[in-house]
């Protein structure tokens, strides 16, 4: 399989998402210029933001996982009501980070293979105390991609996941061959 980036333009997932969900779910994606978050709809701007970081394609994809795996409720909260500790992470805390990113890394990855994009998978702790064990972290992300590909995808999901490949030209995007 072939990655290459320059195909890859950050207006084209800015048009796909906002074109499949902002009148459904009144959702736009937004390049930032700092880190990513997600706003819920308030007084100021009638829509919800999903902000990612710095205009970088692989932060679109992964800020859009995590509103797939958030819920209606959990959409009305900044940031989902997410826990989140910063880069610099103790073990512990890299240990809490890890497990409540499992989903969203394995629904990024999916969304990457329906864009022919190269997904690496992020540990997010490069000023911690200790290494993370990137290979362990990896393979319990792509038990999650097996997983929810045998349970099927979500609606949001798989309404990304045939824009993505249909405008990507991406043959089978969810076969599991390409997940290794």
Known sequence: MRYSQPKHQIKDII????QSFAS????RLISGDDEPIYLPA???VPYHRIIFAHGYY???????AHWCVAGPERRLKEDYGYWYAADGRNESQQAKFEQVEVKP????????SAADFKFNVSCDNLNGCFEPDRQ???????VQVKQTIKAGLSS???????ELSEFYQV???????RFY
């Open 15 to 18: 048009n796909i998402f906002n």
């Open 24 to 27: 459904s779910y009144n959702t």
């Open 42 to 44: 308030c007084a100021q």
């Open 58 to 64: 692989a932060s679109a994809l992964h800020e859009i």
């Open 105 to 112: 890394q394995a629904l990024e990855w999916i969304l990457s």
């Open 136 to 142: 362990a972290f990896k393979n319990k992300v792509l």
């Open 156 to 162: 949001r999901m798989q309404t990304l996941v045939n």
């Open 171 to 177: 043959p089978s995007p969810l076969c599991l061959t």
